[in-house]
């Protein structure tokens, strides 16, 4: 019986395509910290409130929902300032890696919603959020009031029973 010789197939396929299979590990100029959501959505607030946002609330959805891990909604004045907050967000999350997958409203003068996978990002106009009242929606959630200084951790069914 004769065997022929088989070469090893990653000699074959690195002779081929030489780039992909290199052995050689690539070099990484600087090392990018990976940021969790509740850092996420802290930074977007953060932006928010640079560029004069207001009644700034961070709702934690991890126990109510199954498509995001937090809402930050944002109330402006006026278009310019919408304009203004959702722009600055993008750019600054962009710089940072961080991808944005959808973005519901652009060019709407009322309202904006950036989708960043894990973090849900709505800017409304005062009247608009009222109108639609997602703080009443997602009642069940845990609300955060932002305050430039600090973030006060405030429940929202804790209000609600001492009322």
């Not at 961070?58 to 929902?65: H, P, Y």
């Not at 600054?92 to 960043?116: A, I, Q, T």
């Amino acid at each position: 019986m004769r065997y022929r010789h088989v070469q090893d197939p990653r000699q074959v396929k690195s002779r081929i395509f030489p780039e992909q299979h290199s052995t050689e590990k690539p070099q990484r100029s600087h090392l990018v910290k990976k940021l969790t959501s509740r850092d996420k959505a802290e930074l977007i607030a953060q932006l928010a409130a640079e560029k004069k946002g207001q009644d700034i609330v961070l709702m934690d959805m991890r126990k109510v929902s199954v498509f995001c891990d937090w809402f930050v909604i944002v109330s402006v004045p006026s278009s310019r300032r919408l304009n203004a907050v959702s722009r600055t967000i993008e750019k600054e999350l962009s710089k940072k890696k961080v991808r944005l997958l959808h973005e519901e409203g652009k060019g709407n003068m009322y309202w904006d919603l950036l989708d960043y996978g894990d973090v849900i990002v709505h800017i409304f106009y005062r009247e608009v959020r009222d109108f639609y009242g997602l703080e009443r929606l997602w009642s069940d959630a845990s609300v955060e009031s932002f305050d430039e200084k600090c973030l006060a951790k405030t429940s929202q069914k804790d209000s609600r029973t001492s009322s």
